[in-house]
């Protein structure tokens, strides 16, 4: 049977090295586990992720040369002595056990050395540049492409307190019929109501959400705060008819679907199958009856011209308002994956722009801090679409608004 820290080893491996995403592969953990081992493991490779640039620079000082496996054994390690107060001594000894366990034991002499000195290096560290870009590159992981937009557009104290805000935590809703008051006498943990919408529970820690009875009958539902928000700023839904265009997993559609008590009527798209079968499930579960397609939003269709009152438009982005519960996302999008974006972002406006009626509304939503994706993204839009014209255009930042870094413009179709 695999150790507890080979199983956080694999799942490292898998999402740091071959790109499977964090969220999905926990989840893949063996259900032998226990609950506090599971949340050891979810600590231990989230540790890893959200430090990985620096933890490798310092790791670089130590051995220039560190194959695959071996690697990781050193960063899972290094961020234990780093970020989970474990005795060094103790993440020595694991760390060599280990690699021994995976069939390195070539390497134990290695490992052994590397994070011996380790600790004398953290209390005397090598000095980071004095570029802030590079800086924050190595120091906080930050794709280098972002980094210098944000310093260019934001400044150098605003992106570094955008990078060290703290992670957001759980946040929930109640489903119609539920009241918020059922799910308050319901919940196990303390929290607070939100500050930009008053339906959200931000709960002081996590808890076993899934298994409450209350999200098992579709009245209790996980959603980040401002995704809850940019529904709202579509008021009153009711008796709607409304496109969700690129809707799985299904949570705003859910929502908005609750804020009318179920008088609108809604359809739902989504690009793959696999994810067709996610919206399915969640709208199955939270009682919401929309009509879903596998269908393609930049592909027109002249059936749809002009139908909708509403159409929402959840963009594929690069996620960097996410950062803060998304370490991953770091070294998933590079300054190429942006530009590529961009460009089925603007197909898909154009396109479904036309499904607009006439007074109808557009909503453009990403959760990114790119000005490429958003705000040069709707000018460019509204410029080559004069029969739109903005309503109101939104970018919260996690370290001012304390919320995800969401984006939203808001356009009226002219009559």
């Not at 640039?53 to 130590?62: C, E, K």
């Not at 802030?132 to 120091?139: A, L, N, S």
């Not at 980094?147 to 489903?175: C, H, I, K, S």
């Not at 059936?303 to 963009?315: M, R, S």
Request: charged share 25%; proline share 5%.
């Amino acid at each position: 049977m695999s150790s507890l820290r080979r199983i956080a080893l694999e799942a490292l491996v898998d999402i740091a090295e071959d790109g499977a995403w964090a969220n999905l592969r926990l989840k893949q953990l063996p259900d032998s586990l226990t609950r506090k081992e599971r949340d050891w493991a979810y600590a231990a490779v989230y540790a890893t992720l959200e430090h990985l640039s620096y933890i490798d620079f310092l790791l670089a000082h130590l051995a220039k040369r560190q194959k695959r496996l071996v690697r990781n054994v050193l960063r899972l390690s290094a961020a234990q002595i780093l970020y989970m107060r474990v005795p060094s001594h103790a993440a020595v000894s694991e760390g060599v056990a280990l690699c021994r366990e995976i069939g390195k034991a070539s390497s134990c002499a290695l490992v052994n050395a590397v994070l011996r000195k380790l600790p004398a290096l953290i209390a005397s560290p090598p000095p980071l540049p004095t570029d802030p870009v590079d800086r924050f590159v190595i120091q906080y992981g930050c794709p280098e492409w972002a980094a210098r937009e944000w310093v260019q557009v934001y400044g150098e104290n605003f992106t570094e307190d955008l990078l060290t805000a703290p992670a957001m935590g759980m946040t929930v809703r109640a489903q119609y019929p539920t009241t918020n008051a059922e799910v308050a006498a319901a919940l196990p943990v303390p929290y607070r109501m939100g500050r930009l919408d008053k339906n959200c529970f931000c709960l002081e820690r996590g808890f076993a959400v899934t298994e409450h009875p209350l999200f098992v009958s579709g009245g209790l539902t996980v959603q980040g705060q401002a995704a809850m928000a940019v529904c709202r700023t579509l008021g009153d839904v009711r008796g709607k008819k409304i496109l969700d265009a690129c809707a799985a997993p299904g949570g705003k559609s859910a929502y908005l679907y609750s804020l009318a008590q179920g008088e609108l009527d809604l359809t739902c798209w989504e690009l793959h199958p696999h994810r067709l079968a996610l919206l399915d499930a969640t709208l199955t579960r939270l009682h919401v009856k929309a009509a879903t397609a596998c269908r393609d939003a930049a592909q027109w269709d002249n059936a749809y011209g002009e139908c909708f009152d509403t159409v929402l438009l959840d963009v594929p982005c690069s996620g960097l308002g996410l950062l803060q519960d998304k370490p991953d996302i770091k070294f998933r999008k590079g300054d190429d994956d942006v530009a590529a974006l961009a460009k089925i972002q603007r197909e898909l406006l154009d396109v479904c722009a036309t499904y607009v009626r006439p007074g109808g509304t557009l909503l453009y939503v990403t959760c990114t801090i790119s000005r490429r994706e958003n705000e040069e993204q709707i000018a460019g839009f509204l410029r080559g679409n004069l029969n739109f014209a903005l309503v109101k255009e939104q970018q919260w930042f996690p370290h001012t608004d304390g919320v995800e870094g969401f984006y939203f413009a808001e356009m009226k179709k002219c009559t």
